[in-house]
């Protein structure tokens, strides 16, 4: 009996800690929202809600293990510095478009339809502070280009 109950503790214990973490992780979740303008028209391409990922754990988790992700959301991924950022699709399930950006919100670099589940690193060799994940096919379909500016940014440190 003793035993049992043990074991019945160390379950619901572990199923309370499981809980508190998910509703930790959505609680914390960051969403604002980007837009895509051409470098020389300012018209607006397309805008996207996107979750922050702006510290090493939410960077580290990115979008993997998604199933899906809605047309018109993303994940942008924040770093303090600026260099040549090198991304993985690892336990990632779904393609998806990378666009690369300078600390001043233009596009540096962009990478199409990447392979879902690969360990391949995935470099653009530009310097940049910003990295936006779209589903596969966006970047087309919208005529998102190098030298594109990224308008929200500020909303991730707003002053």
Do not use: C, H
Request: no cysteine.
């Amino acid at each position: 009996m003793k035993i049992l109950i043990v074991l019945v503790t160390i379950i619901l214990v572990g199923f309370g800690t499981a809980l508190f973490l998910i509703q930790k992780d959505y609680r914390e979740k960051k969403t604002i929202g980007l837009s895509i303008v051409g470098r020389y028209n300012d018209k607006k391409k397309v805008s996207f809600s996107v979750e922050v990922a702006d510290d090493a754990a939410k960077r580290a988790k990115g979008l993997m293990f998604r199933d899906k992700l809605p047309k018109d959301e993303g994940m942008i991924f924040v770093f303090q510095d600026q260099k040549d950022r090198v991304f993985w699709m690892k336990n990632t399930k779904i393609s998806l478009d990378m666009i690369f950006i300078n600390r001043d919100g233009e596009i540096v670099g962009l990478l199409k339809s990447t392979r879902p589940e690969s360990a391949r690193p995935l470099s653009v060799g530009a310097d940049s502070s910003y990295v936006l994940e779209i589903n596969a096919g966006l970047v087309d379909k919208y005529d998102i280009k190098e030298g594109d500016l990224i308008k929200g940014l500020e909303k991730i440190y707003p002053l």
